[in-house]
């Protein structure tokens, strides 16, 4: 049976799928930038991408809360191992881009190395939500 909530979760599901696909573009957009010595363009790419990514990250903490409370036991352990495994790594980005976002933090080699690190661990988070954590979202759906 269709209800309006589970087309809200659809929708949200749509939603971070497209906001996946900016933060990947805008990831790749630091890097060229930076890349290419041009560190004003990656300074700004860098703060859209601080901007995107801490919005995204609450309100998934958000819906991912509230939809544990009504999920099946499977979808459940999915939500809870999703949250734990990627709990360090989230803040560890949030500081990240928190700190070189700012106007005054250059961005030098360690930055770089750092960024990719990051990227990295994004991609495989990224492929772990669309790929495992909505599929079987939407299957409960």
């Keep these: 049976m269709f209800t309006i909530f589970e087309s809200k979760k659809k929708k ?8 996946h696909n ?9 890097i060229a930038a930076y890349s290419k010595n041009n560190f004003d363009k990656a300074k700004s790419a860098l703060k ?27 979808m459940h352990k999915y939500i809870d191992e999703f949250t734990h495994d990627f709990k360090n ?3 560890e980005l949030m500081t990240f ?7 005054k933090e250059v961005l030098d080699e360690t930055f770089f190395k750092s960024f990719n690190a990051l ?7 990224i492929e772990y939500e669309e790929k495992i954590l909505y599929k079987e979202m939407e299957e409960e759906m």
Excluded: C, G, P
Excluded at 24 to 29: M, P
């Design 97 to 103: 881009l928190s700190k070189y976002s700012k106007e």
């Design 48 to 74: 859209k991408l601080n901007d995107l990514a801490v919005d995204h990250v609450m309100d998934e903490d958000l819906e991912f809360y509230h939809w544990k409370k009504d999920a099946n036991k499977k």
């Design 22 to 30: 900016q933060i990947v573009d805008l990831a790749t957009k630091v």
């Design 119 to 125: 990227v990295e661990v994004l991609t495989r988070r």
């Design 89 to 91: 790594t989230k803040m």
């Design 12 to 19: 949200r599901i749509v939603k971070w799928k497209k906001e």
